[in-house]
């Protein structure tokens, strides 16, 4: 699940870098992060906001998938 997350967010963010002009064009077609578009850039701390924000999610996820299988069965 994490390599999930952490290859469709590093595509989202390689999309925002390099197709950000053509997202006002084709909006279906590329992805824009909220903070780019409204900055024009990625702060360093936005970052590992983000990575500690994902790390917290899956590990959670992880868990609670962990514990109802544990007692569904």
């Not at 989202?12 to 780019?36: C, F, K, S």
């Amino acid at each position: 699940m994490r390599n999930f997350i952490d290859q469709e967010l590093r595509r989202a963010y390689l999309q925002t870098r390099d197709h950000g002009d053509d997202w006002y064009h084709e909006p279906n077609v590329y992805t824009m992060m909220l903070e780019y578009y409204q900055k024009g850039y990625l702060a360093d701390y936005e970052i590992q906001q983000t990575k500690t924000s994902i790390e917290r999610c899956v590990t959670k996820a992880t868990k609670r998938f962990s514990d109802e299988t544990k007692y569904s069965l």
